[in-house]
């Protein structure tokens, strides 16, 4: 299959996006979300999240490795992998590094833990 102009153009956009370098970074374009950061140090920062329908965290990139577990509500997951839906009892992980955006495409809150996994010397 041959890449046109327009599809390398959309490719690389949608790369950028995803692989910038921080330059977006929220847990919270919808008014509504609520985080709660229950522990916060040196090696990790583990925080509670609740996103009504439609919010969004923003396309960002976490510098050190994350894991989400889906406590209640279904959160959707895009990355440069694709697109991925988590139920209640889902658990993801994301390498240092990864763009990546969250969602809430439902139409009831979603609640999830966050684990930051930052360096340790």
Same mark, same amino acid.
């Given at each position: 299959?041959?890449?046109t102009a327009r599809r390398l153009a959309m490719a690389l956009l949608a790369a950028a996006l995803l692989l910038a370098d921080g330059a977006?970074?929220?847990h919270s374009t919808a008014p509504d979300t609520q985080e709660r950061v229950a522990l916060e140090n040196d *090696?990790? +920062?583990v925080g509670y999240l609740v996103y009504p329908p439609g919010a969004s965290s923003?396309?960002?990139v976490n510098p050190d490795p994350e894991i989400g577990i889906v406590v209640e509500g279904?959160? *959707?997951f895009v990355t440069r992998h694709g697109k991925q839906?988590? +139920?209640a009892g889902s658990v993801i992980y994301l390498e240092s590094g990864s763009g990546h955006i969250a969602l809430n495409e439902s139409g009831r809150p979603?609640?999830?833990w966050a684990l930051n996994l930052k360096k340790c010397d």
């Open positions: 299959m041959r890449m977006w970074s929220a *090696t990790v +920062k923003g396309i960002h279904e959160l *959707t839906v988590y +139920k979603v609640k999830f």
